[in-house]
């Protein structure tokens, strides 16, 4: 397998079409520390790449997008009238931050996201295709133990899937 590379003579970095045919998946738990600092796991910062976005989610949940991802949303909402899509950009845009992981791979949670999915402690990461999850680990653990195996059958019946 040939790699293209960089001046320094290690492998480029993944594009971001590259990154998009990685799917997130996965569940991670880990804890927030006393900065508002939480750690994102390795596997979905190869994904999500060096810079992402981090937004509030109609879930109760924040949502972590690969900047291409977050672009495409962007395009589509701003392609259809304002009348329809304010609301939509004031939830979205409104608390969203660009984050971008320390050296040890840690991104700091602004406060009104946190305040927004009730971060306090413990974090649970969701790879969930396109984008990642972040939830408060107590609400995910009720959700997770809640799922109702015969209401996501009938919904992906009704997708086709």
Same mark, same amino acid.
């Not at 050296?103 to 009104?112: F, V």
């Given at each position: ?18 990154? #998009? ?15 508002? @600092? %939480?750690? #994102?796991?390795?596997?979905?910062? !190869?994904?999500? =790449? /060096? #810079?992402? %976005?981090?937004? @509030? ?8 997008? +690969?900047?291409? !991802? ?15 899509? @304010? ?11 660009? #984050?971008? +992981? ?11 996201? @946190?305040?927004?999915? =009730? ?9 969930? =295709?396109?984008?990642?999850? *972040?939830?408060a680990a107590e609400?995910? /653990? ?8 015969? /209401? ?5 019946? /009704? *997708?086709?899937?």
């Amino acid at each position: 397998m040939w790699w293209k590379v960089a001046l320094s003579g290690a492998p480029s970095p993944k594009t971001d079409a590259e990154r #998009v045919k990685t799917l997130l998946t996965g569940e991670y738990l880990h804890t927030i520390d006393a900065k508002s @600092r %939480v750690f #994102v796991p390795a596997k979905l910062r !190869e994904a999500l =790449g /060096e #810079v992402f %976005v981090l937004a @509030r989610n109609v879930d109760g949940c924040l949502s972590l997008y +690969p900047m291409d !991802e977050w672009n495409r949303l962007n395009e589509k909402l701003m392609s259809l009238p304002d009348s329809q899509t @304010r609301a939509v950009k004031r939830f979205l845009f409104t608390f969203a931050a660009e #984050v971008s +992981p320390d050296s040890q791979g840690r991104i700091t949670l602004p406060q009104g996201l @946190r305040d927004f999915a =009730g971060l306090q402690k413990e974090a649970a990461f969701l790879g969930v =295709g396109d984008r990642a999850e *972040l939830w408060a680990a107590e609400k995910w /653990e009720a959700i997770k133990n809640g799922s109702d195996a015969d /209401e996501i059958s009938s919904i992906m019946k /009704e *997708l086709g899937i």
